[in-house]
């Protein structure tokens, strides 16, 4: 019996640390919409949002340029993104900050750094 229970533990040991490292590698990205083709970045912020924070640190780390709308502050910018959201099928509701808009790619609620990532370079060879 004691030599079952260590089988197990060795089992579970080895089963537990595939499952943690592959979950480094999961990434589970956000809704993304095809809208009309341009050739910037846009994150669309709110004052205040740490999460806006927090992408900005990100997208300037990884050295990516992107344009920001605060949407409070900017004039316009609030009916803009309110537009993109609306042709892509989402609701204001449905919204949460930053938003972005890759190139022409609608994806709301904070996305991962990521999946920006792969929206810039798959439209750089299309």
């Known amino acids: 019996m004691k030599g079952k229970g260590i089988l197990y533990f060795v089992a579970l040991s080895f089963f537990g640390t595939v ?8 990434v589970i990205e956000n809704p993304a919409v095809k809208l009309t083709e341009h050739d910037q970045l846009i994150m669309y912020s709110v004052t205040g ?14 050295e990516i340029p992107y344009v920001e709308y605060v949407v409070d502050r900017h004039p316009g910018a609030s009916r803009e ?19 972005f808009d890759v190139k022409g790619t609608l994806i ?19």
């Open 49 to 62: 949002c740490e999460y806006c924070e927090v992408k900005r640190r990100e997208l300037n780390r990884a």
């Open 19 to 26: 499952i943690y490292q592959g979950a480094g590698n999961l």
């Open 81 to 99: 993104l309110s537009e993109k959201l609306s042709q892509a099928g989402f609701s204001s509701k449905e919204m949460g900050f930053p938003s």
């Open 108 to 126: 709301p609620n904070n996305p991962p750094l990521i999946q920006i990532r792969k929206l810039i370079t798959n439209n750089a060879e299309g």
